[in-house]
């Protein structure tokens, strides 16, 4: 399944450092490649978030939600995000999977 993956700009956190983040670490790359995606507003739903979205990346993967919930937290964690996060799975009737991930902390 593939996940596009979608920060807030709240996490602080570049398109670029979560890519290379992921892709250098041996739990995340066994498990799928991050690539980064062209930004187009109709791949996730803006009410989700309080604010644009920094960027879209592509993970292809067979693991459960939760599972990559905590690879997702893993990598905020190495690049020094420790804000207090939330996840929401939106699953579009394209077949798009959309994982939102924003700050409770403002």
Same mark, same amino acid.
């Given at each position: 399944? %593939?996940?596009?993956?979608?920060?807030?700009?709240?996490?602080? +956190?570049?398109? $670029?450092?979560? #890519?290379?983040?992921?892709? %250098?670490?041996? %739990?995340? #790359? !066994?498990?799928?490649?991050?690539?980064?995606?062209?930004?187009?507003? !109709?791949?996730? %739903?803006?009410?989700?978030?309080?604010?644009?979205?920094? +960027? +879209?990346? $592509? &993970?292809?993967?067979?693991?459960?939600?939760?599972?990559?919930?905590?690879?997702?937290?893993?990598? +905020?964690?190495?690049?020094?995000?420790?804000?207090?996060?939330?996840?929401?799975?939106?699953?579009?009737?394209?077949? !798009?999977?959309?994982? &939102?991930?924003? !700050?409770?902390?403002?």
């Amino acid at each position: 399944m %593939e996940y596009q993956i979608a920060l807030s700009p709240d996490l602080g +956190l570049s398109p $670029a450092d979560f #890519i290379v983040t992921w892709n %250098e670490t041996a %739990e995340c #790359i !066994t498990v799928a490649q991050a690539r980064h995606l062209s930004f187009n507003s !109709t791949f996730y %739903e803006p009410s989700l978030i309080s604010g644009a979205v920094d +960027l +879209l990346i $592509a &993970v292809s993967t067979g693991i459960a939600s939760n599972s990559l919930y905590d690879l997702i937290k893993r990598v +905020l964690i190495k690049r020094g995000v420790h804000k207090h996060t939330h996840y929401v799975e939106v699953n579009k009737p394209d077949g !798009t999977h959309i994982l &939102v991930i924003d !700050t409770d902390e403002r």
